[in-house]
């Protein structure tokens, strides 16, 4: 590819030698190279790389945290007490009578069991998070990097276009000026 090398552009744009620049550093200004497109969503490439657990946990994160689920869970909590304290004691029929022992030990194992799932969502969004930042690090540098290049183009080309200016000027003063009728 006929354009300038890495080495090149480190110094021209950061200021850097090759040895200096950090991993971000060098892959943008490969990109700017290869005149590649560093932009791409970072959470579709996370999601596409996730395996069935981390799947998991992001759903049971995304129902547990719902409002569908806090109301439909208050539904069955009021139903379990209604039913073992009133319509089923009068049938004789209570099989978690209050204070509700069975219903203590399935809130706490559901509480054991949902915890540490939301936590392993919460862990992988954080993982996600970061290497979104990182990304976004790279786009950014990449952008401000092409910017400061389209800089200094431009101020060539105002240059360039100074000095022609200048040239016609020079040219124009010193051409012989002819007199009406001569």
């Known amino acids: 590819m006929n354009g300038p090398t890495i080495e090149q552009l480190a110094l021209d744009l950061l200021g850097k030698t090759l040895e200096e620049l950090e991993t971000e550093e060098e892959r943008v200004l490969e990109a700017i190279r290869s005149r590649n497109i560093m932009a791409s969503d970072v959470a579709d490439t996370c999601d596409a790389n996730a395996g069935f657990g981390d799947r998991l946990a992001d ?19 009021a139903a379990w007490m209604l039913l073992n304290s009133g319509v089923m004691a009068k049938l004789g029929l209570t099989f978690d009578p209050y204070p509700y022992i069975f219903l203590n030990l399935m809130l706490s194992m559901l509480a054991a069991i949902q915890a540490p799932i939301i936590m392993m969502s919460q862990n992988r969004q954080a993982a996600k998070d970061r290497i979104a930042a990182r990304h976004d690090y790279q786009v950014n540098l990449h952008a401000e990097l092409e910017i400061k290049r389209l800089h200094t183009k431009i101020d060539g080309l105002l ?3 100074k000095r022609e200016e ?5 040219s124009s003063s010193q051409a012989p000026s002819r007199q009406p009728g001569e």
């Open 59 to 77: 759903r049971v994160a995304a129902i547990g945290g719902s409002w569908g689920f806090i109301i439909g869970f208050a539904v069955v909590l």
């Open 166 to 170: 200048s040239r016609k000027q020079a």
């Open 159 to 161: 240059d360039l276009l």
